[in-house]
């Protein structure tokens, strides 16, 4: 699988969670403790709770996902 690839999946995984409904600190913990995230872990302890509540927040208002 290709770089390009596992990163597309990471973010796809990544905005799912955050337009999931999910608190801040369940998404926190799950991007945490997920395997699909592995390799990820360093970029992903670097996420401040607030800005992931903030992204949440964008993403119930604005954004729009493909069926």
């Known amino acids: 699988m290709s ?3 596992d990163f597309e999946k990471f973010q ?3 905005a799912e ?3 999931s409904g999910l608190t801040q600190a369940q998404i ?3 991007l945490k403790t ?3 995230f592995d390799c990820y872990r360093e970029y992903v302890d670097s996420f401040e ?3 992931v509540a903030v992204a949440c927040e964008l993403m119930g208002r604005w954004a729009k996902r493909k069926e």
Do not use: F, I, K, V
């Open 3 to 5: 770089e390009d690839s």
């Open 12 to 14: 796809d995984a990544l």
């Open 49 to 51: 709770p607030d800005m």
């Open 17 to 19: 969670l955050l337009a």
């Open 28 to 30: 926190l913990e799950t």
């Open 34 to 36: 997920d395997s699909r």
